[in-house]
């Protein structure tokens, strides 16, 4: 506990931590308050991104792009939408979709996990992103 408090000091990043327990107040106080709610809750993840980068290059591990996905730029689309387009976009994914990128994280490791590529390979996922845009095409998504 002490190195932890040691750490929020030192960093004052970590202070955006006071913003985890806001989100969940004010998500009891007022959860029709959906702008406010996710701009508090972008405060209270950047440390934990800060975190993730640069503790898993302690442990060795490459900082992916799916965390900066994930991280910066999913809530950066959603604030955005909001001055363009006609509708804010919502983080609600259909369960096709998670389904979709379930396979693709699947196909993804399988074909990166030997290191070597052959052609078919390539057909392969070119085979599972086919999939996917005729699934998009002939269901399309249902709105939430």
């Known amino acids: 506990m002490n190195q932890l408090l040691k750490e929020i000091r030192r960093n004052p990043l970590f202070w955006l931590l006071v913003f985890v327990p806001a989100v969940l107040i004010l998500h009891q106080l007022k959860s029709d308050a959906h702008t406010l709610l996710f701009l508090l809750s972008i405060l209270a993840i950047v440390p934990l991104g800060r975190s993730r980068i640069d503790s898993t290059s302690a442990w060795g591990l490459p900082w992916g792009s799916s965390s900066q996905i994930a991280l910066f730029v999913a809530p950066v689309l959603v604030i955005v939408s909001y001055f363009v387009g006609p509708a804010p976009m919502d983080l609600y994914f259909w369960p096709g979709a998670v389904v979709m990128v379930f396979i693709a994280t699947m196909s993804a490791a399988l074909v990166?996990?030997?290191?070597?590529?052959?052609?078919?390979?390539?057909?392969?996922?070119?085979?599972?992103?086919?999939?996917?845009?005729?699934?998009?095409?002939?269901?399309?998504?249902?709105?939430?």
Do not use: D, E, I
């Open 112 to 144: 990166t996990t030997s290191g070597r590529s052959k052609w078919f390979v390539g057909v392969l996922v070119l085979a599972v992103y086919l999939v996917f845009a005729m699934t998009l095409y002939l269901l399309p998504p249902r709105a939430a």
